[in-house]
């Protein structure tokens, strides 16, 4: 379990303290031996004798967060009158809402937004169905979908557990994009059932962000969904972490000067991502890819017990048939991308790649090797954490994509839109800015949306994937990401 303190971890004590020199002195001490990162301190309350605080503390497990406000209590005259955690607290009541868009404040209000005027908007879109974009939410919202079963790195936990992921989600969508998402977590996981309900509930979204769907199902799921629709439908866990990383590998192989080529890279993890990851950079000329799962190498000399997607990988990489674990296969390579699971690594196997090494450990909570660890033998390292530099974050990605495939109105998302997102992401980190601590921008940083929008657009008319110009793509950006 991550032991770093982390805002994910942290609570809000509410304590009355003796109004005496040194005592608050003692809180501090004891939150600091117990783990916990003190942080804001706020005066709620004075009386003769004592004074009751709001204590904002940091801790890196729930284990933590109980040791922390045993040991306040503990401390002579302090008394406890509280403790709430913070991300729960968050989460209360739900994190999202629908707002009207129009003022409903008079019976003209009520007549143009409901019956009788809406029949007239309601006859004018069966005439020409097109115009749904234009009189309806679907030209700005996408619909969330999930059936619970590969949540975070929690596993299958069910659409009501699910729930929170999703709302989070359309949080970003909202504030880094300004599109509309909606969560839609389903109680199935039949592949017939989860197609057929997405189908009918299709027409009041301009767009389907597949969510925290479990291998192999998920590949089939998005396969036939795109087949079937007429929108953009689209894995964020494959293909918004396979983007992200491409961006990151752009500008860190600028630094190590070497061309894309000529790398060999070991990807561990064949499922959602892994797959994703090796397509996008097979696609962008990585010839000599080698992909690993728990069992090893994956090579077409043998393909037995592998599902079609990993048979698919078994016959377009590892060019060279390399056999054994990872650990064998890491050897000579100048990038190992890792969507695999927790202290997979260790030094001994980052000694063994070649000079100015690579390492993109993304497993979550806890990476394949800790950058700590690696950080004497590696020239560049990125992780999928928050707390350390060059975070592979999805969210530099399906913001701006969904925003540019929303106001083109594109049918689909191809490679090529993938790729020209990538590259808009890697190339908001200026020339000049480019350092090992520094490869991908800031999940804030406010140019990220507009360029990954701009780029997409005219990917998906270059490509016939688009159906308009997008011209009015920063309309709907938040304010700061123009």
Known sequence: MNETPTASYSLTIRARIPDQPGMFAQVAQVIGESGGNLGAIDLVDVKQGYKVRDITVSVGNEEQESAVAE????VPGVYVLSVSDRTFHLHEGGKIEVRCKRPLKTRDDLSMAYTPG?????????????????????????????DGTAILGLGDLGPEAALPVMEGKAMLFKE??????????????????????????????????LEDISGPRCF????????????????DDQHGTAVVALAALINALKIVDKP???????????????TAI???????GVSNLVVCDIKGVLSHRNTAGLNPMQRWLAENTNPNLEEGSVHEAIAGADVFIGVSAANLLTVNDIRRMNRDAIVFALANPVPEIMPEVAAPFVRVMATGRSD????????????????????????????????AAAHAIAQTVGENEISEDYIIPSVFN????????????????????????????NEALPAYAE
Do not use: W
């Not at 029949?119 to 700005?140: F, G, Q, W």
């Not at 090796?278 to 962008?284: N, P």
């Not at 594109?410 to 090529?416: G, K, P």
């Not at 997409?456 to 793509?473: D, H, M």
């Open 388 to 419: 350390y530099p060059n975070q592979i974050n999805n969210v530099l990605c399906f913001p701006g994509l969904f925003r540019g495939v929303l106001d083109c109105r594109a049918r689909s998302i191809n490679e090529e839109m993938k790729i």
């Open 446 to 473: 406010k140019k990220a949306v507009s360029a990954v929008s701009r780029a997409v657009i005219q990917a998906a008319i270059l490509t016939g994937a688009g159906r308009e110009t997008g011209e009015s793509s």
């Open 260 to 274: 894309l080529d000529r790398i060999k890279v070991v990807i561990c993890g064949a499922g959602a991502a892994g």
């Open 176 to 209: 880094f994009g300004g599109v509309d998402a909606f969560p839609i977590c389903l109680n199935t996981k039949d592949v017939d059932e989860i197609v057929r309900t997405v189908k009918n509930i299709a027409p009041v979204f301009g767009g389907i962000n």
């Open 118 to 146: 809406v029949a007239r908007v309601c006859n004018a879109i069966a005439r020409n169905p097109d115009e749904v974009y234009r009189l309806t939410i679907k030209s700005n919202t996408i619909a969330i979908v999930t």
């Open 71 to 74: 040991a306040i209590r503990k």
């Open 220 to 235: 089939e799921v998005e396969q036939r969904l795109q087949n079937e629709l007429d929108i953009p439908v689209f894995h």
């Open 278 to 284: 090796t397509k996008i950079l097979l696609h962008e």
